[in-house]
Structure formats: structure tokens, C-alpha cells
């Protein structure tokens, strides 16, 4: 029996496109358009109850929108068993129920005023109030899962895990005599990849795709995770405009060091702008000349091509992986979404 989205005989499926402005076969577009739906309104009933605070509170970045990325990958993941399966649209539901409640708790501990260009709910109400309706999703996101079976809420319950020792990782930053870059790797693989992995771990595993699949998918997953965060620093310092989602150098302004800012403190580079910008970027940089002086020595410096190339060598990995699995238009999206991962950084 032949794949329901394999090509069809006499040539290729007709492609539109799909996520991200990637060409996607027709029917695996217009399947996944169907199930993000059912995903739509299941959020919604999740997070609709008696309480009204905790509703209006729990529906604020449901519908404030977003790429419903994590998601989108469960269902891409699906297709290589049955995309039908039961379980399917729910455990879509989870991981972005998860990473919705991920995201009140860090607006807290960032003390951010905006999300999805939205009022926070920190802002909006309390930290307390935020904190408790973060902790709710995560609550009912465990409630669909008791009845995904075991296995599904133990690779949650590890992911979780991940998360919480990522965002610790974080906030107490390098011992001394560890690698600040290979910390900073460690803190994306924990906070943000463990749950684009876990994305295509449950898609795979709960429409019944073979073992030696389901590891593939999800390790793929986690190296296409890495990828878009790495892809997020870059993007960050390069862009002249708001296209990464925050406005151009951030993450210096806010003191965050990412990947090309860990290039440039290993001591790459020995010209007095390399000096400079070492001196600058251990520094408060919240002023707006120094800001600008930081961002101009960081896009000129030889770290970006560094950092372009390590973001190559992981969408790269990802796809030596995928290119293992069966070839239906699902794994098609998937080694589409790698170049995408590294053709948007420029």
C-alpha cells in the first residue's frame, strides 16, 4: 500500500506554499491546514474555564497568535505512520500548551512588557497572576497527556526537565573553569531545542512510525532547534529591520550573550577594533552610542562567519538525518524547513 501523500504516478505532487513561505505538497498542506485547525480549537477549549481571570489570563497569548511552530511539526512528524491516529492532534496541543506556559513564566523572569506585540500578562495583571497561569497550561497540558499513554508523558516529563535545568543554566551562567560556549550550546539544547525534539518524538510516536524513525525524527528535531535559535543570535545582530521578531541588537542592549558574542570573548581576532568590541561587550550597554559602537564592530567582525557556519553545520546534521528516513513529501518539508533555517539569516 502505497503512502497517502507519496508522489503520484506521471510526475511530482502539485506544491503550494506552506509554513514559512515553503513550498509544501498540496495535500500534505492542505491536511496539516486541516489538523492545525482542530489544534486551534482545542487550545481554546483548554484554555476556557470557570474562573474568569484564569481564562481571560490563559487565553492571552493563545490569542495573541503565533507560529504555532511546535505544533506544525507534530503533524509533520505524523506522516510517517498515520497522520489520523487519535492521539496526534492532542499531543500537538501539549507542546504548545508547554511552551505558552514556558513563556508567562520567562515575560516574569525578564521582566518583559511585551509579548507577541501584546501587553504581557505580568505587565497586564501580576507576576503572581502570570506565574500561576503558566502552571496552569502545564496543567492541563498533563491532563491531555494521561491519556497519550506512559511513554508520551515520560518523554514529557524528561523534556520538562530539560527546560527547568536550561533556564537554571542560564540564569547562573558558567562556572569558571567551564566553557562559556559549549554552556551556551547546552543552555539551547535544554530551553529550547528539548521541545522542538519533543514536537517530532510525539508526532512519530503517536501515529505508530517504527522505532529507528522516531529516533530520527527527534534527533533531527533537536538539531533543527539548535539551528533556529543560532539562526535568532544572528538574525539579531545582522537585520536592519525587525524581521527576527525584536528590534536589532537586543540581545546586547539587554546584556545577553549568544553565539557570534561567544566567538568574539574566545579571543578571536587580535586588531585593536577586536580588543575594542572585546571591552565593549563586558560592559553595560545600555547607552545608546556604545550600543550603536557594539553593534557596528559585531556585524563587521569575522565572528559572524563564524557563527553563519556553525549554524550551517547544524541545519546540515539535521538533514543528513532526515535524508535517511523515507522519502514522502513530510520528509520534503522537513529538509525545506533546514535551508530555511539558514537561508533566513542571509
Not at 78 to 95: I, L, N, R, Y
Not at 317 to 340: H, K, M, N, V
Amino acid at each position: 500500500m502505497s503512502h497517502p501523500f507519496a508522489e503520484k504516478p506521471g510526475g511530482p505532487a502539485v506544491v503550494e506554499t506552506g509554513p514559512f513561505g515553503l513550498p509544501v505538497d498540496a495535500e500534505l498542506a492542505a491536511d496539516a491546514r486541516h489538523r492545525l485547525a482542530a489544534v486551534e480549537e482545542m487550545l481554546m477549549e483548554c484554555v476556557r474555564g470557570d474562573d474568569a481571570l484564569l481564562t481571560e489570563a490563559s487565553q492571552h497569548l493563545v490569542e495573541a497568535g503565533g507560529k504555532r511552530f511546535r505544533p506544525m511539526l507534530v503533524l509533520l512528524a505524523s506522516h510517517f505512520g498515520d497522520p489520523t491516529a487519535p492521539g496526534v492532534v492532542p499531543a500537538a496541543v501539549v507542546v504548545e500548551l508547554t511552551h505558552l506556559g514556558t513563556l508567562y513564566h520567562d515575560d516574569v523572569m525578564d521582566e518583559a512588557t511585551v509579548r507577541r506585540g501584546q501587553e504581557s500578562a505580568n505587565t497586564r495583571w501580576t507576576n503572581t497572576v502570570a506565574i500561576l497561569t503558566g502552571d496552569y497550561l502545564f496543567a492541563r497540558a498533563s491532563d491531555l497527556l494521561a491519556d497519550l499513554g506512559p511513554e508520551a508523558v515520560r518523554v514529557q516529563a524528561r523534556a520538562f526537565g530539560r527546560l527547568v535545568r536550561g533556564q537554571i543554566q542560564e540564569t547562573v551562567g558558567p562556572g569558571p573553569d567551564a566553557d562559556p560556549l559549549k554552556h551556551y550550546l547546552q543552555v539551547v539544547a535544554d530551553k529550547t531545542a528539548s521541545l522542538i525534539a519533543v514536537s517530532g518524538h510525539f508526532g512519530a510516536l503517536l501515529s505508530g512510525a517504527p522505532a529507528h524513525v522516531v529516533h530520527t525524527i527527534t534527533s533531527a528535531c533537536e538539531k533543527i532547534g539548535v539551528a533556529f535559535q543560532l539562526s535568532d543570535d544572528i538574525l539579531d545582530i545582522a537585520s536592519e529591520t525587525e524581521e527576527s521578531g525584536k528590534t536589532p541588537g537586543t540581545d546586547l542592549r539587554e546584556g545577553v550573550r549568544t553565539l557570534p558574542m561567544h566567538h568574539v570573548l574566545s579571543g578571536m581576532g587580535s586588531g585593536p577594533d577586536d580588543a575594542r568590541l572585546r571591552e565593549l561587550l563586558v560592559q553595560d550597554l545600555s547607552d545608546e552610542a556604545l550600543h550603536a559602537e557594539a553593534l557596528a564592530l559585531l556585524r563587521a567582525h569575522p565572528a559572524m562567519d563564524r557563527a553563519r557556519a556553525d549554524l550551517r553545520r547544524w541545519a546540515e546534521d539535521a538533514r543528513t538525518e532526515l535524508l535517511t528516513l523515507p522519502d514522502i513529501p513530510a520528509r520534503a518539508a522537513f529538509t525545506s524547513l533546514c535551508d530555511y533555517v539558514v537561508t533566513r539569516t542571509g
